[in-house]
């Protein structure tokens, strides 16, 4: 299988960011958003997908963090679209339950080519710290859309807003990792049976 990297930049009057992935690494990271919470959450992708990944933003965080979360989830979705190429031999699907403490959630991805994202999710409080929970469906729906893969995202139990986002993130590089590795029994087929993805 050749070399699973991409390279992408994005720049807007809104938001400047510069995103490197490598789906067959070994979960290293170099995160700098501007905004500490993603970068948390970043790392559980990078630590738990085996991806290695770098993401360096700018944005406009004297408005507030959502052009920045939203942009990174595009150019995050457009790296891994990238990477992935022709998706020949992967298993395409992958899923995960991630428990943290009280917290419980499952999140299940397609490889489909298809953009489509099922976010039920309900928190206890709206800020985890001074970051606003509104912004990690914007983030998903973000890279769903540029990514072109459906992702299915379930928090079954939580009272820790912290531990909610956390096991979300942590079960979403978990499913990553498993939708995205090699299938060897499938010898380079593609995993459709319309031919392509």
């Known amino acids: 299988m050749p070399a699973r990297t991409a390279s992408i930049a994005r720049d807007t009057r809104e938001t400047q960011i510069q995103v490197q992935i490598n789906l067959d690494g070994t979960g290293t990271s170099d995160l700098a958003t501007g905004v500490a919470f993603l970068d948390h959450m970043l790392d559980q992708v990078a630590r738990h997908g085996l991806i290695d990944l770098s993401v360096k933003a700018s944005g406009d965080l004297h408005i507030d963090a959502h052009h920045t979360v ?7 979705g457009q790296a891994l679209d990238q990477a992935l190429g022709d998706k020949l ?23 489909s080519g298809r953009p489509g994202l099922e976010y039920h999710v309900e928190y206890p409080r709206a800020m985890i710290g001074g970051f606003d929970v509104d912004l990690l469906r914007e983030f998903f729906q973000g890279l769903v859309n540029h990514a072109k893969i459906s992702v299915h995202i379930d928090n079954l139990r939580g009272r820790n807003a912290h531990h909610i986002a956390e096991t979300i993130f942590k079960a979403f590089g978990r499913a990553l990792r498993m939708a995205v590795e090699p299938d060897p029994r499938a010898a380079g087929s593609m995993p459709s049976t319309k031919g392509s993805l």
């Open 70 to 76: 939203e942009d990174v989830g595009i150019t995050l």
């Open 89 to 111: 031999g992967v298993r395409r699907y992958g899923h995960s339950y991630v428990p943290l403490d009280e917290a419980l959630s499952r999140v299940v991805v397609d490889l």
